[in-house]
């Protein structure tokens, strides 16, 4: 069964953006919805507020939304709202409400492991192995307490993607 919606999930520099694009090729071009995070930040800067991490997950759920009425699926997502539910955890040490009743989760969700090495690309915050780890440990969290689909997915390079590809396939049987 094909899932309408894969979402890649995990901290900063973990390779998710490497990966959508190539697991949309995979799946023959299908949409995808880049990281809306990235897009605003890289617009209006990172010292960011609880709102505009709400702002960031509406966008990001709208750009969902149009991806997923195009009903060419899987649509490969570049994080979702549980994501900046978790950057709101990491910044600020708790979340905005909206949060809590956002209920447009993806059908399965690839965990990316802290297994690569971290790259500064000037909207990064967190790279020292303690944060990395918290990040990592607060992702895996809050996919545990949304009860959604997950695998994790690690290794470099092709052994990485193809782990993903494993993973998308055990998940959906």
Not at 31 to 43: D, H, I, K, Q, W
Not at 54 to 81: F, M, N, Q, W
Request: include cysteine; charged fraction near 25%.
């Amino acid at each position: 069964m094909t899932p309408r919606s894969i979402c890649l999930h995990g901290p900063e520099s973990s390779g998710k953006s490497t990966m959508m694009p190539r697991l949309a090729q995979h799946f023959g071009g299908v949409p995808s919805v880049a990281e809306f995070g990235r897009t605003y930040c890289e617009a209006f800067g990172t010292d960011l507020t609880m709102a505009d991490l709400v702002e960031i997950g509406k966008g990001h759920d709208a750009k969902t939304r149009s991806a997923l009425a195009e009903r060419h699926y899987p649509v490969i997502l570049d994080t979702d709202p549980l994501m900046t539910a978790v950057w709101a955890d990491m910044m600020f040490g708790r979340r905005d409400p909206w949060f809590a009743t956002w209920t447009n989760t993806a059908d399965l969700y690839l965990l990316f492991d802290i297994d690569l090495p971290w790259v500064e690309d000037g909207t990064r915050m967190f790279g020292s192995a303690r944060d990395r780890r918290r990040f990592f440990d607060l992702s895996r969290a809050i996919l545990e307490e949304r009860g959604v689909p997950w695998a994790l997915v690690s290794g470099e390079g092709s052994v990485r993607y193809l782990n993903a590809l494993r993973a998308i396939e055990q998940l959906t049987r």
